[in-house]
């Protein structure tokens, strides 16, 4: 009969590695789905987010091909392919935290403010050539519920009036008399959004930033338990195949 504590590895490297696939899945989805929702975006807003969903959606792939020798190793209590998943799975770590410092120290240096700041520039200033960047503009002050990039005030200095898109209730409609109506009240009332889309967009990337931290410390120590796991299971069967062979040899010479 196996050891029990063969058998409590081999459970746990197994049902870890399950979630790792899981959430290798899932990363997946979720980057998938992003790359193509910013197709609509303007090519200097998405470039660089979409290298970052690519390099994730590349992380997924490998945690999970990387889980799957996980599995494989553990249910099969194969030394070999656990030393495998094990190693893998330190260069996974190793690579997961470069990136990390290096987007870290990236984020600290290099600010989102000019960018904004050209974009809402580019969209007020030329009328037939950037349809798509207005666009962009428009869906970015709705969803963040903001307006220009330091306030409204940044229309009234360029001579121009505050879009409806920085009003809650005239946005939502189509063209027409009713939201010309909703437009014009929300200019006479000021109910128009008064955060500027700057700050907006710097608290949503702090979150962000916090989410992700906080998911990748987890996981991070997830797969370091892995490694633990794996490297003491392979040396744990490593010795017990030894004890047995040594048993076998010693009642075969009795």
């Not at 920085?166 to 009240?185: F, S």
Request: with cysteine.
């Amino acid at each position: 009969m196996k050891p029990r504590s063969i058998r409590c590895m081999k459970f746990f490297l197994t049902l870890f590695n399950i979630i790792c696939i899981l959430f290798g899945l899932i990363l997946m989805v979720i980057c998938v789905i992003n790359m193509r929702d910013r197709k609509s975006l303007p090519e200097g807003q998405s470039a660089l987010s979409r290298g970052v969903l690519s390099f994730l959606l590349t992380l997924g792939l490998c945690l999970v091909i990387t889980a799957v020798l996980g599995c494989i190793g553990a249910l099969r209590e194969n030394v070999k392919i656990l030393y495998v998943h094990a190693c893998f799975f330190i260069f996974l770590v190793s690579v997961e935290v470069v990136v990390g410092v290096g987007g870290a120290v990236l984020s600290a240096w290099v600010g989102g403010g000019s960018e904004l700041r050209m974009q809402f520039y580019k969209n007020t200033t030329v009328d037939d050539e950037v349809a798509n960047h207005r666009n962009y503009w428009d869906i970015l002050q709705s969803e963040n519920q903001c307006c220009g990039v330091d306030g409204p005030q940044d229309y009234a200095i360029i001579h121009r009036d505050i879009p409806p898109s920085c009003c809650a209730r005239a946005h939502p409609l189509r063209e027409g008399g009713a939201r010309r109506h909703l437009h014009a009240t929300c200019l006479n009332d000021r109910t128009y959004y008064t955060k500027g889309c700057e700050e907006a967009m710097r608290q949503k990337k702090a979150l962000k930033g916090n989410i992700f931290i906080s998911t990748g410390v987890i996981f991070a120590l997830l797969e370091i338990f892995c490694i633990v796991l794996a490297l003491w299971m392979a040396r744990t069967i490593r010795v017990e195949r030894r004890k047995l062979q040594q048993n076998l040899q010693a009642h075969f010479e009795n």
